[in-house]
Nanobody
């Protein structure tokens, strides 16, 4: 069992930055692929970024590529995402997710989810 707790959301102006973190409990974090997803009001959940177990590979949605950076610290059981050059369309609830094995772009592949943290970008 893995429990995930996100933090770092908030209100920011367009062009600003935020850093989201996700703290994981459990012994299996280092063997878990990690991902970030988001869901805006009235829209389906969408993939944002993912990182492999060893941090050797990272994956990004085209909409955030070059602006967001995902990283993880297996010693601290945390995964983070730095978000720069934020846009109003980045406004959403952001979720951290974990799965046994390799990371994935599909939310259906993930076994554990955090409660979500709200990010609001004002224009």
């Amino acid at each position: 069992q893995v429990q995930l707790v996100e933090s770092g959301g908030g209100l920011v102006q367009a062009g600003g930055s935020l850093r989201l973190s996700c703290a994981a409990s459990g012994r299996t974090f280092s063997s878990s692929g990690m991902g970030w997803f988001r869901q805006a009001p009235g829209k389906e959940r969408e993939f944002v970024a993912a990182i492999s177990r060893s941090s050797s590979s990272t994956y990004y949605a085209d909409s955030v590529k070059g602006r967001f950076t995902i990283s993880r610290d297996n010693a601290k059981n945390t995964v983070s995402r730095q978000m720069n050059s934020l846009k109003p369309e980045d406004t959403a609830v952001y979720y951290c997710a974990a799965r046994r094995g390799a990371s994935s772009r599909s939310g259906a592949d993930y076994d554990y989810w955090g409660q979500g943290t709200q990010v609001t970008v004002s224009s």
